[in-house]
């Protein structure tokens, strides 16, 4: 299934027993079996919902100013994304894609 990321926002953490939907790298996961991680009041709420890509490149739980999203992640972030991405690809069931998702805005 092709998702855009309007689409997402409806999986957040406001649903306490629905999906969590969050996209990383292009690819869409249903997080729920780690809602309390992801859920209300979870260390990575933020991510529910969202394209999680630059919050796990980064390591950062704040969202970026418009400017900061301008700048490519550097070696070091890429290499945090690709860790991220395959512990959350190994435990969570990948339910999509993300619609317009660019790979070489993260490719090593």
Same mark, same amino acid.
């Given at each position: 299934?092709?998702?855009?990321?309007?689409?997402?926002?409806?999986?957040?953490?406001?649903?306490?027993k629905g999906?969590?939907?969050?996209?990383? &790298?292009?690819?869409?996961?249903?997080?729920? #079996?780690?809602?309390?991680?992801?859920?209300?009041?979870?260390?990575?709420?933020?991510?529910?919902? #969202?394209?999680?890509t630059r919050?796990?490149? #980064?390591?950062?739980?704040?969202?970026?100013?418009?400017?900061?999203? &301008?700048?490519?992640?550097?070696?070091?972030?890429?290499?945090?994304?690709?860790?991220?991405?395959?512990?959350? &690809?190994? &435990?969570?069931?990948?339910?999509?894609?993300?619609?317009?998702?660019?790979? #070489?805005?993260?490719?090593?």
């Open positions: 299934e092709v998702w855009q990321e309007e689409e997402l926002n409806a999986y957040d953490v406001t649903d306490e999906p969590i939907l969050m996209s990383v &790298k292009g690819d869409v996961f249903n997080v729920w #079996k780690g809602r309390n991680f992801y859920g209300p009041g979870g260390e990575y709420h933020i991510m529910g919902g #969202k394209d999680a919050f796990l490149a #980064k390591n950062r739980l704040e969202e970026e100013s418009d400017d900061e999203r &301008k700048v490519e992640l550097n070696i070091a972030e890429r290499a945090s994304l690709e860790a991220w991405y395959w512990t959350i &690809k190994n &435990k969570y069931q990948q339910v999509g894609r993300l619609e317009g998702y660019d790979p #070489k805005s993260t490719e090593m």
